[in-house]
């Protein structure tokens, strides 16, 4: 059985339109592991899509049911949340006319981010579950231990 955990059930209410970026600077406070064992780092600054967090969501849920064969719980924390959004006008229309509405829902991944935190799975498993997210991802990333 594989339990997930959200860093906040509540998501950002992202229907305004932003007008400036997000920082790419390195990141402050979601670079250390707060809830599990094991987690994996973002290497390098990136940027994700709502569609693309969720189906990442699903394909490694369904992974780690595959890869546990019915053993102990294994809990996972997603630690990405949406954080900007992209708007567009129409091709047509002349200087003026707005801001234009909202395209999409994206989300920048600092270089340094955790992404996901793992507890109750072991490290044989873990570096199977690397391989699998390295291969999901546009950008790579590295695991992380907690250390005791």
Not at 79 to 100: A, C, D, I, Y
Request: hydrophobic share 40%; glycine share 4%.
């Amino acid at each position: 059985m594989v339990t997930i955990r959200y860093l906040n059930q509540i998501f950002m209410n992202l229907n305004k339109k932003l007008h400036n970026k997000y920082k790419t600077c390195s990141s402050y406070n979601s670079h250390i592991l707060k809830f599990g064992e094991y987690g994996f780092k973002a290497h390098k600054s990136s940027v994700l899509t709502e569609a693309n967090i969720d189906l990442l969501q699903r394909s490694l849920s369904k992974f780690l049911k595959k890869i546990s064969k019915g053993s102990k719980v294994t809990k996972y924390w997603n630690r990405l949340q949406v954080n900007s959004t992209v708007t567009r006008l129409s091709l047509e229309s002349r200087m003026g006319k707005g801001k234009g509405a909202i395209l999409h829902k994206i989300l920048y991944v600092k270089k340094g981010q955790i992404i996901f935190e793992f507890s109750s799975i072991p490290l044989t498993q873990i570096s199977i579950v690397l391989s699998f997210l390295n291969s999901k991802l546009p950008l790579s990333i590295k695991l992380l231990k907690r250390s005791i």
